[in-house]
């Protein structure tokens, strides 16, 4: 009888292996930050920042990091901004908007990895005034999570706008930016690329 259950074990082992490798390998993710050094349409290989070369596809949309004015800030855009408390009040760090809705099920908001002092804010632009060196603007959380009112001054240290890019965009020794992930197939892809355009280097914010 013991000689059938360890036996039993090893195989259960066995059967298991594959299945466990083959989940790794589906969650398996590539933070890619470097310069392209080859396309062939959707196919994007780049140097990495740690000199490695990774070859990905970009299997979504396409932009560029394009600098704006608080003034460029429209209702309707989608928003994605970064706050921190500092002496009782609300301070917004970081600023991009984009002209296209997120998918359903994107989280509304998420403590930053990197700086639990930090939250996230995803949702859209309702509301947008002037006040004095800088805007109020009012938005609605993803999923009708609740609207947020924050004011943002002239000094945030990221203020950018997610422009809509094709392929024609990704051009050798242009810097590309990509969070990609490794399929059962084996080969890397990313549903959101960010590449350099008219000298605008991708945006490199807190995560």
Known sequence: MRSIMLFSGLVAGLLCAPLVSTIEAQEETVRVYGPIQNVEGATITARNADGTM????ATGRIVSNQPIELNDI???HSVAL??????GQTIVTHVHTQPWIRAPGTFATRVLNSDSTVTRHLGRITAVE????????????????????????GTVPILYHNRVETEAALKVNMLVMANTTRGTDGKLSSGFVTVEVDGVKPVQTPN
Do not use: A
Not at 82 to 87: E, F, I, N
């Open 82 to 87: 970064d706050t921190t408390m500092r002496d």
């Open 74 to 76: 429209m209702v309707g």
């Open 130 to 153: 002037p006040i004095e060196n800088g805007i109020r603007m009012q938005f609605m959380h993803e999923g009708n999570q609740g609207e947020m009112e924050v004011d943002v001054l």
């Open 54 to 57: 990774v070859t990905f596809e």
